[in-house]
């Protein structure tokens, strides 16, 4: 069982070192080994050991993630404001993704057919969201400006670059989260 105080490394190594040296259970058949395991009948005293151990333990993490919620960097992404939820979703999202290449995406083998896939869609993603959309949307702010200072020209022609970069910022996002949807299976680590 896991405590929010244990040591995770020191509980890893003892646990391997019990794998290594302790006793082993040879199973034949899985279905009879789960229906030993979901028929096994404990004593009353030990049912009532076992509850309360889990009890607290669920009551420990309770309290511990009051104080420490999970997923703090993706947290911290939530303005402090009124947000629309069509940013909010692609503020969330973004903050996975990069969270995941930064983190944990070199914690696995992406060199497979389709691991191969998914990992080069999220680096190339990663490059999106950290390198092309700050341009774009730089590139916007300096069309916009641009366009604000041309008084003269009639409003579509004015105004035909911001909607093409505002256009191809809108695709690329899109493709960035049903990206997301379909590779979702592959963030697990």
């Given at each position: 069982?896991?405590?929010?105080?244990t040591n995770q490394k020191k509980e890893l190594e003892r646990r391997l070192?019990?794998?290594e040296e302790g006793p082993f259970i040879e199973i034949k058949n899985i279905d009879d080994f789960f229906d030993q395991i979901k028929n096994k009948k404990y004593s009353f005293w030990q049912?009532?050991?076992l509850s309360i151990k889990f009890k607290s333990n669920d009551f420990f993490w309770y309290v511990y993630s009051l104080f420490k919620p999970s997923h703090q960097r993706i947290r911290k992404v939530i303005p402090r404001r009124w947000c629309d939820l069509s940013e909010l979703t692609l503020l969330l999202n973004f903050e996975i993704i990069k969270s995941y290449v930064e983190e944990e995406m070199d914690s696995i083998a992406w060199d497979q057919s389709e691991h191969k896939l998914a990992g080069d869609w999220l680096r190339g993603t990663y490059n999106y969201i950290t390198v092309e959309r700050p341009t774009l949307q730089e590139q916007f702010s300096a069309a916009l400006t641009i366009a604000s200072q041309q008084r003269s020209l009639p409003y579509a022609e004015r105004y035909s670059e911001t909607n093409r970069i505002e256009a191809l910022i809108d695709e690329k996002d899109k493709q960035t989260l049903e990206g997301l949807a379909i590779f979702r299976p592959y963030l697990w680590s």
């Amino acid at each position: 069982m896991n405590w929010p105080w244990t040591n995770q490394k020191k509980e890893l190594e003892r646990r391997l070192k019990e794998a290594e040296e302790g006793p082993f259970i040879e199973i034949k058949n899985i279905d009879d080994f789960f229906d030993q395991i979901k028929n096994k009948k404990y004593s009353f005293w030990q049912e009532c050991w076992l509850s309360i151990k889990f009890k607290s333990n669920d009551f420990f993490w309770y309290v511990y993630s009051l104080f420490k919620p999970s997923h703090q960097r993706i947290r911290k992404v939530i303005p402090r404001r009124w947000c629309d939820l069509s940013e909010l979703t692609l503020l969330l999202n973004f903050e996975i993704i990069k969270s995941y290449v930064e983190e944990e995406m070199d914690s696995i083998a992406w060199d497979q057919s389709e691991h191969k896939l998914a990992g080069d869609w999220l680096r190339g993603t990663y490059n999106y969201i950290t390198v092309e959309r700050p341009t774009l949307q730089e590139q916007f702010s300096a069309a916009l400006t641009i366009a604000s200072q041309q008084r003269s020209l009639p409003y579509a022609e004015r105004y035909s670059e911001t909607n093409r970069i505002e256009a191809l910022i809108d695709e690329k996002d899109k493709q960035t989260l049903e990206g997301l949807a379909i590779f979702r299976p592959y963030l697990w680590s």
